[in-house]
């Protein structure tokens, strides 16, 4: 039996931003520079985000009873948080929808995947949603601190994913807490075989999922074969390179004793803050159960 230490910041407050995207005017088709592979991969990743995070939220959920009062109170910020993003996610999609993109090949691979994942226990889907947590934060983190990533994009979608980018930093440690109060009784291997276990499975079809997605959108715009490959190839791995850059990041979650929290990544919330102080406000919101 293993002790339970929650190493995420005592003072961190996760504190969700109702703010609402895109319902004034249409999204271009090609919104993010006009470039036709960057376009679908952010779009094939929004594509998850509505089913994702609803799964996130009963995974987590299903364990929320007798959790320390702190975690508890987190627990309900990131549920608010995350069914705000499937409302705006679901809102941009219908946008891309409405752009002429066919999205019905991609919610049904993702709806694949989680029936998979729900036929087996509880504490696999916790552990999937905590690995996709992983993604997730590590991938705001890149695009918070890395401008290149949303460079040329329509102004108000890029300010769509750095809004859910914060939000995702924000409650990085949510699901990863939960899990450790959930499996306190077992001990680290068995904690670490089980979450390796899962995180290999959930990169491999990430990656696989994610690049067939945007692919498939590129057909859509007309671009097919070995061009699209290379094209999207080059843009996750090479230039921007998302992929690549958060490479290191994603293997920390093999180490003994990793905790999200591990980095901490407050300052790039900071920088947000100030900067959204120069344009729409935020509004605090009322958390959810
Ligand atoms: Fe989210
Ligand atoms: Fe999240």
């Given at each position: 039996m293993t002790t339970t230490t929650l190493p995420t910041p005592a003072n961190l407050s996760i504190t969700p931003r109702d703010r609402r995207f895109g319902r004034d005017a249409a999204t271009p088709r090609l919104w993010h520079g006009g470039r036709v592979e960057a376009t679908a991969i952010y779009n094939a990743l929004s594509t998850t985000f509505p089913k994702g995070e609803a799964f996130f939220v009963e995974s987590v959920r299903a364990f929320r009873d007798g959790a320390p009062p702190k975690l508890a109170e987190e627990i309900k910020g990131f549920t608010t948080q995350e069914a705000i993003h499937s409302r705006e996610h679901d809102a941009f999609n219908k946008r891309a929808a409405e752009a002429g993109y066919n999205l019905s090949k991609l919610e049904a691979q993702v709806e694949k995947r989680l029936a998979v994942t729900r036929g087996k226990p509880p504490v696999v889907s916790l552990a999937a949603t905590m690995a996709l947590e992983h993604f997730t934060a590590i991938l705001a983190h890149q695009l918070l601190a890395n401008p290149r990533h949303l460079e040329g994009a329509d102004r108000e979608t890029a300010d769509l994913w750095r809004w859910h980018a914060v939000e995702e930093i924000e409650h990085k440690g949510v699901a990863y807490d939960t899990w450790l109060h959930a499996t306190r009784t077992w001990t680290r291997w068995k904690r670490w075989k089980l979450k390796t276990r899962v995180m290999l499975y959930v990169t491999r079809n990430f990656v696989v999922d994610r690049t067939g997605g945007a692919l498939e959108l590129m057909r859509q715009d007309g671009v097919t074969g070995l061009r699209a490959w290379a094209k999207l190839l080059w843009y996750l791995?090479?230039?921007?390179g998302m992929f690549r850059k958060i490479a290191g990041a994603w293997v920390r979650y093999f180490l003994p004793g990793f905790h999200p929290w591990d980095v901490d990544d407050r300052h790039l919330l900071a920088a947000y803050s100030s900067r959204a102080r120069d344009g729409e406000p935020k509004r605090k919101v009322r958390r959810s159960v």
């Open positions: 791995w090479i230039e921007p």
